[in-house]
């Protein structure tokens, strides 16, 4: 056990810490980001193999275009960006780390404009600059290591190990998630604005998404912030957003979206 304790503690030691872009948060990392490319390469092509991908001319050229302004300005031409549209009733967009974005046809019941599918897109891509799947899987690392450990110490491991799962994720592994949700939005903020997509059509997005109807007690168990918490984020965050929106040189919403644009999202 002694032995496993100090492995433990040197794997704390060896592990990169790094700053999150744009927020400076510090975190801990257990895997290169090649490897983190590399996994979610492999989970893009199980997606690709799996899921619908539509065929809606309008809704490929959206995100195409968002996708590319957004990536542009991420600092991260190494990341190899692929942007797709899935077909689906489900109203979500996923990233995986290296740069494959995914967002899903019914999304786009909530966007009247490229300005409001920026907030999303640029939503995912910070999730994959800000490299929190690498980070979600060091955290789980070490969660395993620390259950390897309670199991070794205690004589009533079956209940030791219920007790420990239940507290670190209510402690640490949820409370992270929602942490990188609070901070994909921010820096998701900024880089729309740094695209030229007004920044302040996020607030717009984010209210029409519905997200103010669940309750902060159940937000607390969920992996997502509570919807008024996400727009006091995004508010206090806006005249940062601003000033960058100000030096693009394109500015506005991009395309607005008629009704007849969006037969593929119903």
């Given at each position: 056990?002694?032995?496993?304790f100090?492995?433990?503690?040197?794997c704390?030691?060896?592990a990169?810490?790094?700053?999150?872009p744009?927020?400076n948060r510090?975190?801990?990392?257990?895997?290169?980001?090649e490897?983190?490319a590399?996994?979610?390469s492999v989970?893009w092509?199980?997606?690709?193999?799996t899921e619908k991908?539509?065929n809606?001319p309008?809704l490929?050229?959206a995100?195409?275009?968002?996708?590319?302004a957004?990536?542009a300005?991420?600092?991260?031409?190494?990341f190899?960006?692929?942007?797709?549209?899935?077909a689906s009733?489900?109203?979500?967009?996923?990233?995986?780390?290296?740069?494959k974005?995914?967002?899903?046809?019914a999304?786009f019941q909530?966007t009247d404009?490229d300005?409001?599918?920026?907030?999303?897109?640029?939503h995912?891509?910070a999730?994959?600059?800000?490299?929190?799947g690498?980070?979600?899987?060091?955290?789980?690392?070490?969660?395993a290591?620390?259950?390897e450990?309670?199991g070794a110490a205690?004589?009533?491991?079956?209940?030791?190990?219920m007790a420990?799962?239940l507290?670190?994720n209510?402690?640490?592994?949820?409370?992270?998630s929602?942490?990188h949700e609070?901070?994909a939005?921010?820096?998701?903020?900024?880089?729309?604005a740094?695209?030229?997509y007004?920044p302040r059509?996020?607030i717009t997005?984010?209210?029409?998404?519905g997200?103010?109807g669940s309750?902060k007690?159940?937000a607390?168990f969920?992996?997502?912030p509570?919807?008024?918490?996400r727009?006091?984020i995004?508010?206090?965050?806006?005249?940062e957003?601003l000033?960058?929106y100000q030096?693009?040189?394109?500015?506005?919403?991009g395309t607005?979206?008629?009704?007849?644009?969006?037969k593929g999202a119903y």
């Open positions: 056990m002694k032995r496993f100090f492995c433990l503690i040197g704390l030691f060896i990169g810490c790094s700053s999150v744009y927020s510090s975190q801990l990392l257990f895997i290169s980001e490897e983190e590399r996994m979610g989970a092509q199980e997606t690709l193999n991908i539509s809606d309008f490929n050229s995100v195409q275009r968002v996708g590319s957004v990536a300005v991420s600092e991260r031409s190494d190899k960006w692929e942007f797709k549209v899935f009733e489900v109203p979500n967009a996923y990233c995986l780390p290296g740069g974005v995914g967002v899903y046809t999304l909530y404009n300005a409001e599918l920026a907030t999303v897109i640029s995912e891509v999730h994959a600059i800000c490299r929190h690498g980070e979600r899987v060091s955290q789980q690392t070490l969660q290591a620390g259950a450990l309670i205690s004589s009533d491991s079956e209940l030791a190990m420990y799962g507290t670190t209510l402690a640490a592994i949820l409370p992270f929602r942490t609070l901070e939005d921010f820096v998701g903020l900024l880089l729309m740094k695209a030229g007004d059509h996020s997005f984010w209210r029409k998404f997200s103010l309750s007690l159940m607390y969920s992996t997502h509570h919807g008024e918490d727009i006091d995004l508010n206090e965050k806006m005249k957003a000033e960058l030096k693009s040189e394109q500015k506005g919403v607005v979206y008629q009704k007849s644009d969006l």
